[in-house]
């Protein structure tokens, strides 16, 4: 299937970056007053912080807004294949080029190009990024003539890029190209008054009518106090858990425990409850023998339950991103390569990388 521009219509703005506190109210107000203008715009902060989301939100607000916001994860592409990502190939250029292919720039023409985790691309893609920013112009590999593009840059990374420029891993004049306009997004733990608003937001998104979630004020505080490492990221993945393993029920202390605790006992009260409310039924396990308790030690077949626990949210989290293997990895925490591996293993096709 061809790989199509992502629409921004309803999706950015920044009413979509979920809360009042302070801080989020100073990269509202940045991003405002970036976003009319054509600067480009470095974004920092820790991952899973929503730094993708005030990308968008830059570009629906800019003059931009009717054109292509394309998004790019530097880190998540191959090092051998980023170029042609990038800038596209003719036909030949290399082993299994077997058409022409225009790169990501070209379909962000007239729009903006979003490159996540610039601080993992390598030193020679750096030099060649940097090229591209001065002259205006892309060359495909393989091929010998200039394409102007007109694209707008917003790049983003979770790396320390001071200290990558004085180890020499980034280029300082990459830098002063990316971020004549830096916005620093915090972590969660830094906004911790947006949780309520956010955990709000994110039932709103995952339970389904008639089957609505209803927090304890204990179990708010709980989750409130928690320190998020994952930051946004990792409280959507916990309330769209706790969607799936509790619908239609009021979350108090145990249950939130149980969603945030990743030892055994909680991976065996999550299995429990997935059991129990799994729309239609999971399948039941296959009959334990003598050879398969003696091989597991005990009556619970652990691996299957386990394989079928991946599956399904494998397959979910597929369905919800539209095929999408790099969004449908991010939805699930992954590297990108490592749900690859887990798809294959399980024989689920790709269907869009």
Not at 5 to 17: C, D, H
Not at 38 to 66: D, F, N, W, Y
Not at 182 to 203: C, G, K, M, T, Y
Not at 257 to 269: K, T
Request: with cysteine; charged share 25%.
């Amino acid at each position: 299937m061809p790989w199509k521009p992502e629409p921004t219509e309803g999706l950015a703005s920044r009413a979509l970056l979920i809360g009042e506190s302070a801080s989020l109210r100073v990269v509202r107000r940045l991003i405002g007053q970036v976003a009319p203008t054509s600067a480009s715009v470095l974004i920092t902060g820790p991952s899973g912080s929503g730094k993708e989301m005030v990308a968008r939100a830059i570009h629906a607000e800019s003059t931009r807004a009717a054109g292509p916001f394309v998004a790019v994860n530097c880190g998540a592409i191959p090092r051998d294949l980023l170029e042609s990502e990038l800038f596209g190939h003719e036909k030949g250029a290399f082993t299994g080029a077997v058409t022409q292919m225009r790169g990501r720039f070209e379909d962000a023409n007239g729009g903006s190009l979003f490159l996540d985790e610039i601080g993992d691309m390598p030193a020679d893609m750096q030099v060649k990024l940097l090229r591209v920013l001065e002259e205006r112009c892309v060359t495909r590999v393989g091929g010998r003539a200039p394409i102007p593009v007109d694209v707008r840059i917003i790049s983003a990374t979770h790396r320390d890029i001071g200290t990558a420029i004085a180890d020499q891993r980034f280029r300082e004049d990459l830098y002063y190209r990316l971020a004549v306009f830096p916005v620093h997004l915090p972590s969660l733990a830094e906004r911790r008054d947006d949780v309520p608003l956010l955990i709000e937001h994110f039932l709103r998104l995952f339970t389904e009518p008639g089957r609505e979630i209803r927090l304890t004020p204990q179990a708010l505080d709980e989750l409130c106090a928690y320190r998020w490492p994952g930051n946004v990221r990792e409280l959507r993945n916990i309330i769209e858990r706790a969607a799936i393993l509790f619908p239609d029920s009021t979350i108090g202390v145990d249950e939130v425990a149980l969603l945030l605790r990743r030892a055994p006992s909680a991976q065996n009260g999550e299995r429990e409850a997935l059991w129990a409310n799994a729309t239609p039924p999971l399948p039941a396990p296959r009959p334990v023998t003598p050879e398969t308790e003696a091989a597991v030690g005990g009556p619970i077949d652990l691996k299957w339950l386990v394989a079928e626990f991946e599956h399904r949210h494998i397959v979910d989290a597929l369905r919800r991103c539209n095929g999408v293997v790099a969004d449908a990895a991010r939805h699930l925490s992954l590297q990108r390569t490592t749900l690859i591996e887990k798809m294959n293993k399980y024989g689920i096709p790709r269907s869009r990388s």
